[in-house]
């Protein structure tokens, strides 16, 4: 069903692969919402994944761009702005990736340069977004600019690495730069700390499904989905929300707001029992 929340705005989203991806089932939802977008990610991530078909599905151009390169930023939001004419509404950063992780390097033997590329693709990209949006003037006021990150900021999570660390950095970008933002041009910046979900990305971090089972017996309304999650945004880039920014903003059944629930336990005593 569809509110036409986003009937005649503008935007740009970064980082949707394939239809696991929550920035795919982002553009689905701002298709049906009235939204006009554009699409992008790396070239290596096109050829692996499948954006031409969201592109199609929902008449959006594809710009080719590796968001830790402010040139191609500036490309992005350069070409956006032509192809709608002037500034945009709404950005989403669903960006993030960890050598460390991906190769199974325990944070207490970290590689760093592999860390520094962590940081630099999965927050700096932010920083460099938002500094390229402001610096061309590239957002109207009242604009929305999301980011996506996790509860690993806050709390540690077993195999999540050094993406911990950059979603700690990715949260506190959109406070510096959501003050900023927010006095000299009404433009809000958020980020939404989603429940585990299975996206390729998400895949790929060690223990995902004991994880997904956990938070899902631990949230008293059950992980949010990847079109939950869409739907969310979809109100932070609406009207609807014109006075929330800097902030971080759980999504997740409850999950970051728990101890201990009735089906944790009793599953945990279980293990007790099989150990007896």
Not at 71 to 96: N, P, Q, T, W, Y
Not at 108 to 115: A, K, Q, T, V
Not at 241 to 256: E, I, P, Y
Request: one cysteine or more; a negative charge; glycine letters at 8%.
């Amino acid at each position: 069903m569809s509110y036409n929340l986003l009937k005649g705005k503008k935007g740009i989203i970064f980082g949707a692969l394939n239809d696991q991806s929550i920035a795919w089932k982002v553009a689905e939802k701002a298709h049906e919402e009235g939204a006009q977008f554009t699409l992008s990610n790396t070239p290596v991530a096109l050829r692996l994944g499948s954006l031409d078909e969201l592109a199609k599905k929902t008449g959006s151009e594809i710009i080719h761009a590796d968001a830790t390169n402010v040139a191609d930023i500036e490309k992005v939001f350069e070409r956006s702005m032509e192809i709608f004419g002037g500034k945009i509404d709404f950005v989403l950063h669903s960006i993030g990736m960890s050598p460390n992780v991906r190769k199974g390097i325990p944070y207490d033997d970290i590689d760093y340069p592999n860390f520094l590329k962590t940081l630099d693709i999965s927050a700096l990209s932010f920083h460099k977004m938002l500094q390229v949006a402001r610096k061309m003037d590239a957002i109207n006021e009242w604009g929305s600019v999301v980011a996506l990150s996790y509860v690993a900021a806050q709390r540690t999570l077993f195999g999540y690495n050094d993406m911990a660390d950059a979603k700690s950095l990715l949260e506190s970008i959109a406070r510096s730069f959501g003050y900023i933002y927010g006095r000299d041009k009404k433009i809000r910046i958020n980020t939404i700390s989603q429940s585990p979900t299975r996206t390729t990305a998400g895949s790929g971090v060690s223990g995902i499904d004991t994880l997904i089972d956990f938070t899902e017996r631990m949230s008293p309304l059950g992980n949010a989905t990847a079109e939950d999650c869409a739907d969310y945004c979809i109100t932070m880039f609406s009207d609807l929300t014109r006075k929330v920014t800097m902030q971080n903003l759980f999504h997740d059944g409850g999950f970051s707001s728990m101890g201990m629930s009735y089906k944790a336990i009793t599953q945990y005593n279980k293990s007790f029992d099989e150990c007896e």
